[in-house]
């Protein structure tokens, strides 16, 4: 039922012209803010912490803009999920280093993609559909109902999504081996001792070892990958090169290179990073807690 009654909505939001979204998340930021307390406190204390000399002022600011941006990306899934992919991938207005992703997946050594949460993250699934060979690595939803809803329509352009369980990483593994690309978010906390403690705007972060170790194993080409998103219903996709010390055999070397190529990324435009995740939640052994 539930299930049921979300992609209605979804149905219902796809029926606003391509603007309407961002036009309405705007303008109603403000409103978001006040109804979401706990997420606007996650978004103050990241950016007091990881932009410390920039004024209240501005940081204000950064935390409705970021608001706007967070809202936008709910309204945009009505689209994302119900307009036909040629309509929508038309949205974008161009890649900003689109000869880096050509290359990579014509080089046989396969591809990474680390792709953070900034801007339109979702969107950018639906555009990379439009070359072949790139998976998108998911986590799956706790309901089986929202995962086959969600399968259902991101594949619908042929898109090959890999979960992120055990024999999903054993699928990533070989998509890779064969020359292939692959998409994967790196700023998603990781449980299960997944992860390793390394600087993110200088704060020790728990960051997934996921990405160095695909590098390690596979000698695959990595690129920082964004969809920024533009006033008006459009987009633009920037492809950069990963930080060198990605290649490093430390996995520390290597995990602080991961979380560099996220900053780099934000440094596009700050207020597109999803600041409300609560990044910083897990701390080192002896640290206070980071969300008070």
């Not at 990241?46 to 970021?66: F, K, T």
């Not at 998976?135 to 329509?153: G, V």
């Not at 990963?242 to 995990?255: V, Y």
Request: hydrophobic share 40%; net charge positive; with cysteine.
């Amino acid at each position: 039922m539930i299930v049921s009654l979300a992609k209605f909505v979804l149905w219902l939001l796809s029926l606003m012209p391509a603007g309407m979204p961002y036009w309405l998340a705007e303008r109603s930021a403000g409103l978001w803010m006040v109804l979401s307390p706990t997420k606007r406190h996650t978004a103050e204390r990241n950016l007091q912490r990881c932009y410390p000399d920039m004024g209240d002022e501005e940081r204000a600011r950064l935390v409705r803009d970021s608001f706007h941006h967070y809202l936008c990306s709910i309204l945009e899934t009505g689209h994302n999920w119900y307009w036909p992919l040629e309509r929508l991938q038309a949205r974008c207005d161009g890649i900003v280093g689109e000869e880096l992703l050509r290359e990579g997946l014509e080089s046989g050594r396969g591809l990474v993609a680390l792709a953070p949460h900034f801007g339109a993250w979702e969107y950018l699934g639906v555009y990379l559909q439009r070359f072949s060979g790139i998976a998108i690595l998911y986590k799956p939803p706790a309901s089986p109902r929202l995962e086959k809803a969600l399968l259902e329509r991101r594949r619908r352009g042929g898109a090959n999504l890999i979960p992120a369980t055990a024999a999903g990483l054993r699928q990533l593994y070989a998509h890779i081996r064969s020359g292939k690309g692959a998409g994967i978010l790196p700023d998603q906390q990781p449980s299960g001792g997944r992860g390793r403690f390394v600087p993110f705007f200088g704060i020790q972060a728990l960051t997934g070892v996921l990405a160095p170790r695909l590098v390690q194993r596979t000698g695959c080409v990595v690129l920082s990958t964004v969809c920024e998103r533009l006033p008006g219903g459009r987009y633009r996709v920037h492809f950069m090169p990963a930080d060198e010390e990605i290649h490093s055999r430390d996995l520390l070397t290597a995990l602080t290179a991961v979380n560099r190529g996220v900053e780099r990324c934000i440094a596009i435009d700050p207020a597109q990073y999803l600041w409300s995740y609560k990044r910083f939640k897990a701390r080192p052994e002896g640290e206070p807690p980071f969300y008070d």
